[in-house]
């Protein structure tokens, strides 16, 4: 069984630009979770989606947004970069309907410079 | 933000002896888990552990979660080179439906 992916791996940016990234979930995972990695904040939660609707959000600027596609692949966003975007974005898949709170599956995630 | 906090920051041991690592968690939970993240890369689920249990063991590693202290800990015994890695706490709150990660430990195993 194929794990979770995430395109791209790395990418730079300038400030400004506005950046998207893709997950595919595990083959039947309904639940997609984003979540961003800084050495300073640490793991902070973005949304997590559950066929096409964004079920939860945490606490990030406007500027974040995702969604989910009928296939469960997802997408986010991220517009207006700013220099403390930089990050490792991790998405995870999970298997339990509708929640993010079991095991998570975790993609190699992307990493993004922002300029 | 943080729901939990790991303690030590970082822990250096020698290939053989057993590795402790303590998370500690500010509300009710509904479940602990434990996750591995080799440097840069993806999480991977090591163990779970419900509110309502007290102690789990998978293979090398046994979790134990004190719901009165808020608290849990991770033994890794008989620790090999490969396990070098940062290792992470993550709670769900009650009536959340999220992950809240803790600081991490970075764990270095020295052959």
């Known amino acids: 069984k194929a794990g979770v992916t995430q395109t791209p791996r790395y990418l730079i940016k300038t400030r400004g630009q506005q950046v998207t990234l893709s997950c595919s979930p595990i083959s039947g995972h309904r639940s997609v979770s984003w979540y961003q990695q800084t050495p300073g904040q640490g793991l902070q939660f973005l949304f997590e989606?559950?066929?096409?609707?964004?079920?939860n959000k945490g606490n990030f600027p406007g500027r974040f947004s995702g969604r989910q596609f009928s296939n469960s692949r997802s997408e986010m966003n991220v517009s207006t970069l700013e220099l403390g975007d930089s990050a490792l974005y991790l998405c995870?898949?999970?298997?339990?309907?509708?929640?993010?709170?079991?095991?998570?599956?975790f993609g190699e995630g992307s990493r993004l410079t922002v300029l | 933000s943080q729901q939990g906090e790991e303690d030590p920051q970082a822990l250096s041991i020698q290939e053989g002896e057993n590795a402790t690592m303590n998370c500690s968690y500010k509300t009710s939970i509904n479940n602990l888990q434990w996750y591995r993240q080799n440097s840069g890369r993806g999480l991977v689920h090591l163990i779970l552990i419900r509110s309502n249990e007290r102690e789990k063991h998978s293979g090398r590693l046994r979790v134990t979660l004190d719901t009165s202290k808020k608290s849990s800990s991770l033994l890794i015994t008989a620790s090999r080179a490969a396990d070098t890695a940062s290792y992470f706490c993550a709670t769900v709150q009650t009536g959340a439906n999220n992950l809240f990660f803790g600081t991490g430990t970075r764990l270095t195993v020295i052959p």
């Open positions: 995870a898949s999970s298997g339990l309907a509708g929640r993010g709170t079991g095991e998570l599956f």
């Open positions: 989606y559950f066929s096409e609707t964004q079920r």
